[in-house]
């Protein structure tokens, strides 16, 4: 039997086991465990080998950096940001991946996007760094919206373009100071405003949604966000961040195992854990 787990603490109402036991049916695999390993921060050292014994773990927060030094080798998305939330077995070794950042690709391609082009962001903390480096390293012309007080936020995404011979633009502004007349390729949710419970909120104004191409949002309780609701009534295509999160998954699968999937299976996945999602918030 294989087995496999999720690293975090706390862990509360997770959406990985449903994910994962769907991406395991999909290969045909009966025989394998998924255990929840909800271990603090204090607890890892003395509980790090039952982590890196599984044939496969994901791991969440508080431990995307901390679980490194137990690691044999890091892939270069993980060494990218430093931060791993998959583990696989790679001749022997034990390989830190981060597949986050390919989650976010396969939902941008998925649905047709792009970020080959000119690009606003809301938000730069935490995922959105991760997103907004993503997106300079596939061709964009960055803008950046930060409350005042948070500039310094988009440094390290200017660094690594420095860094890497990036020659893009990358600029940053105030949400106030967004331009309702420029166009956008894609525009990008990657703050909490408009999550649930605060529906009713949105990160940018209607003018400025108008003039998107395409929208991302990293939220995804509720499943249609206000800024996503009010792009599709524009006619604008607007993907939220239930397909991130599945599509994260996908690729830990495909370093475990190497799994391929439909395209219409992972969609169905996508569907049926938005399903689960309000049926547990019932």
Known sequence: MKKYGLLGYPLGHTMSPPIHKRLFELESIADYDYSLLEISEDELPERAEEVISLDGANVTIPHKGNIIKYLDELDDSAKRYM???????????????????????????????????????????????????????????????VMPGFEDTVEPV??????????????????????????????????????????????????????????????????????????????????????????????????WSGAVYRPQDINALISDMHALMREQQK
């Open 83 to 145: 931060s791993v939330n998959c583990i696989a077995k790679r001749d022997g070794r034990t390989v830190g991946y981060n597949t986050d950042c390919d989650g976010f690709l396969r939902s941008i391609e998925a649905a047709g996007g792009t970020l080959n082009g000119n690009v606003l962001q809301c938000g730069c903390g935490g995922v959105g760094r991760m997103i907004a480096i993503e997106a300079v390293r596939h061709g964009a012309r960055l803008t950046v919206s």
């Open 158 to 255: 200017k660094e690594y373009a420095r860094a890497n011979s990036i020659d893009t633009v990358i600029n940053v502004v105030h949400p106030d100071e967004i331009s309702n007349t420029e166009k956008f390729d894609t525009l990008i949710n990657a703050t909490p405003v408009g999550m649930f419970p605060k529906t009713d909120a949105c990160p940018v104004a209607t003018d400025i949604i108008k003039n998107a191409g395409f929208v991302f949002d990293v939220i995804y309780n509720p499943e249609e966000t206000l800024l996503m609701k009010t792009a599709r009534e524009n006619g604008i295509t607007a993907v939220g961040g239930m397909a991130m999160l599945v599509y994260q998954a996908v690729v830990a699968h495909e370093y």
